[in-house]
């Protein structure tokens, strides 16, 4: 009986416990340190959107299940559930992206072609006024800490910040070089990559005052700029399959993703911990956090040449891109898109 063993029994006893808890401690520790099996993505859907005209950024509004296409004279307002085009902002010259201030019911468009943004009612897509900015803007970006929209404008180099309420433009933030996509921390800060400089220029939303610049090389021409916010990590899509990873708290590079050609978009789903990269190469680059600065590459999907912009569906986890069949044309340096082949590809947990 346990009560009655002898001394030599008592010390064979906790030998056995002693042994016991070290094995349970190794299996407690590898359940804590093993990977999550990865998640694997599929295109779950194809909307056939059809309609002339080419394509940039999508931009996804969760509360009305509205994704925005943008269409170049035009921006597409797409159920992104059923695919169907729910609506039109028309009018525009060089449409490049639409984003949105749900408490003031309004919304944002970048229009490259004429230096302007139009301010339009999110209930019923009409516009309210046009405000001019900088020279061919392109990304665009509302910051919830400031209340304000800020353009990047690629000819004059530089933001231009408008108060979303009033619809008056508040300044502009010098950048050094030529802006490509952004990104808000909803404390203050925005972040944008900056193209031909191969940088990543941060500046306060609020005083309009560039706070830092610092290098991603040896990314180069970075477009797609995704955010952590729990970590405060920027991904920076770039030419030669590099994404590079920033510290924005410090300021600094930390890391490096391998990606597929021609990036143009980077997305970040939080609750899964996968960093997406769209490709106009035809893939998808889906990379796992393992730590805020460590990643792996868990799936290469095949999507469809062309489809190198994307928006995320947060509630979904899923991918919305964009693209068209393109037939080459003599003399010319780009492909034209095939009339009524435009599509969005939906990508989504297989």
Not at 174 to 202: H, I, S
Not at 306 to 330: K, M, S
Request: glycine share 12%; net charge positive.
């Amino acid at each position: 009986m346990v009560g009655q063993v002898s001394t030599g029994g008592k010390k064979m006893n906790r030998t056995i416990l002693i042994l016991l808890g070290a094995s349970l401690g190794v299996v407690g520790l590898a359940n804590v340190t093993s990977p999550k099996a990865p998640v694997q993505f599929a295109v779950v859907e194809r909307f056939k959107i059809g309609g002339d005209g080419g394509w940039d950024y999508l931009t996804l509004d969760p509360a009305s299940r509205r994704l925005y296409v943008s269409r170049g004279n035009r921006i597409d307002v797409v159920n992104a559930d059923t695919g169907k085009v729910e609506g039109t902002i028309g009018g525009l010259k060089g449409a490049h992206q639409a984003v949105f201030a749900p408490k003031l019911n309004r919304g944002f468009t970048s229009n490259g072609g004429d230096d302007s943004v139009t301010i339009f009612d999110l209930a019923t897509l009409k516009e309210i006024e046009a405000v001019k900015v900088g020279n061919r803007p392109d990304a665009i970006l509302f910051d919830d800490a400031s209340g304000r929209v800020f353009t990047f404008n690629a000819a004059s180099k530089d933001a231009t910040a408008v108060d979303a309420k009033t619809g008056k433009v508040a300044g502009s933030v010098p950048l050094g070089g030529k802006p490509e996509f952004c990104a808000a921390d909803g404390r203050g800060k925005v972040f944008v990559n900056v193209e031909d400089t191969n940088e990543v220029v941060c500046f306060n939303s609020k005083s309009l005052k560039v706070l830092k610049h610092w290098s991603i090389k040896p990314g180069d021409s970075p477009t797609g700029l995704g955010f952590d916010p729990a970590h405060r990590r920027l991904f920076s899509v770039c030419d030669g399959g590099r994404m590079m990873v920033s510290d924005s708290v410090r300021s600094k590079l930390v890391g490096e993703v391998p990606i597929g050609k021609g990036p143009d978009a980077c997305v970040f789903d939080p609750k899964l911990g996968l960093v997406f990269s769209s490709n106009g190469e035809g893939t998808l680059t889906i990379a796992r956090q393992e730590s805020p600065d460590k990643y792996q590459v868990i799936q290469t999907l095949v999507t469809q040449r062309g489809a190198r912009t994307c928006a995320l569906d947060p509630t979904t986890h899923r991918i919305y891109l964009a693209t068209a069949e393109t037939q080459a044309v003599e003399g010319q340096r780009r492909p034209r898109m095939v009339p009524g082949t435009f599509v969005i590809l939906v990508v989504g947990p297989a």
